[in-house]
């Protein structure tokens, strides 16, 4: 059973705003830091975008002040606010989550901090 599931990617144009949504079961990811990275055709995957357990935030330049992060332990899931779409905003977004809290920008920024990782989903932005 994969633990975190992702929806909400799809076909826009550029400028346009989508709504991804990352579900988490299993477990309880309310003391986990979550977050979304990304990958582009013919790119390295890149960090986007985590929140730690107490809110605590680190954006990717590249999205900052177009995309919002937040969660809801409530119902352990994350969502991810896209406004302003762009092209280059075009990847497979990936939705991950650590095995315990992070604390530091290099640890947020680090792919090998997140122990879980959903299947993707396509987020694709026409020009």
């Known amino acids: 059973q994969v633990p975190l599931v992702e929806s909400g990617g799809g076909l826009v144009q550029a400028g346009d705003s989508l709504r991804l949504s990352c579900g988490a079961s299993?477990?309880?990811?309310?003391?986990?830091?979550m977050g979304w990275f990304r990958q582009a055709p013919g790119k390295e995957r890149e960090y986007v975008v985590a929140?730690?357990?107490?809110?605590?935030?680190y954006y990717a330049d590249s999205v900052k002040g177009r995309f919002t992060i937040s969660r809801d332990n409530g119902v352990n899931t994350i969502y991810l606010q896209m406004n302003s779409l762009k092209p280059e905003d075009t990847a497979l977004y990936y939705c991950?989550?650590?095995?315990?809290?992070?604390?530091?920008?290099?640890?947020?920024?680090?792919?090998?901090?997140?122990?879980?990782w959903g299947q993707g989903t396509q987020v694709t932005v026409s020009s």
């Open positions: 991950v989550a650590s095995s315990r809290p992070l604390v530091s920008y290099r640890q947020f920024i680090s792919e090998h901090s997140y122990q879980y």
């Open positions: 299993g477990r309880t990811f309310s003391s986990s830091t």
């Open positions: 929140i730690g357990s107490g809110g605590r935030t």
